[in-house]
């Protein structure tokens, strides 16, 4: 069974930051395209920074220049620095591994930007 364990989350003020992270198995972590995405209330979930294909990195255009994804292969675990934050970056953070036609999530950790 496919598990993807992120902590990380809490409550920050505007200006600050957050480091998420995700863990998961070695075979899941050297194999399948990892990734993070959000939800905030009321809205779709969406791309917030990816590793592609070919080891590069993508970025929602609302957090370039403020997040940065990153994987430790010690570790297993892919990261989200999170700087900067703002308000509007409230949301459920989660984890997630492709391959072809398969995807896996994790269970999500709460990120929420408030004074």
């Known amino acids: 069974q496919v598990q993807l364990v992120e902590s990380g989350g809490g409550l920050v003020q505007p200006g600050g930051s957050l480091r998420l992270s995700c863990a998961t198995s070695?075979?899941?972590?050297?194999?399948?395209?990892m990734g993070w995405y959000r939800q905030a209330p009321g809205k779709q979930r969406e791309l917030v920074a990816t590793?592609?294909?070919?080891?590069?990195?993508n970025y929602a255009d609302s957090v370039k220049g403020r997040f940065t994804i990153s994987r430790d292969y010690a570790k297993n675990t892919v990261y989200l620095q999170m700087n900067s934050l703002k308000p509007e970056d409230t949301a459920v953070y989660y984890c997630k591994a492709s391959r072809l036609q398969y995807n896996y999530w994790g269970q999500g950790t709460q990120v929420t930007v408030s004074s």
């Open positions: 590793f592609n294909s070919g080891g590069n990195t």
């Open positions: 070695r075979n899941i972590f050297i194999m399948y395209t």
